[in-house]
């Protein structure tokens, strides 16, 4: 099992927005890539901010080749949703296996 983790840092001013863009943009375009594919989206509660919220959003793959997939179009989508949010929306991404 591997998983293609992006953790967002959404200013509270545009997490709606944000979080319709996971829902009718991200999540479909994944889906669509990787049909075989998990997504878990949980919101980070370590982390107490009233101007920011940060949400984990998890793929969930079986195969190197489903991973590759997801690692080789996710930059291309989140460079869009970048533009489109600024730094109002703050990113990074990790992949993770099961041991």
């Known amino acids: 099992m ?5 953790t967002f ?3 509270i001013s545009s997490f709606d ?3 319709k863009w996971l829902y009718t943009t991200c999540k ?8 075989a594919s ?8 370590s982390i107490e901010n009233e101007e920011e919220r940060t949400v984990s959003v998890q793929w969930k793959v ?5 991973l590759d997939a997801i690692n080789k179009q996710s930059p291309l989508m989140l ?12 990113f990074f991404s990790t992949i993770l296996r099961s041991l």
């Open 2 to 6: 591997f998983i293609y983790n992006t």
């Open 9 to 11: 840092v959404v200013n």
């Open 17 to 19: 927005t944000w979080q």
């Open 28 to 35: 479909p375009l994944i889906k669509n890539l990787v049909p």
């Open 38 to 45: 998990e997504v878990a989206v949980y919101e980070v509660m």
């Open 62 to 66: 079986a195969s190197p080749d489903d």
């Open 79 to 90: 460079k869009q949703m970048s533009s489109d949010f600024g730094e109002k929306v703050l």
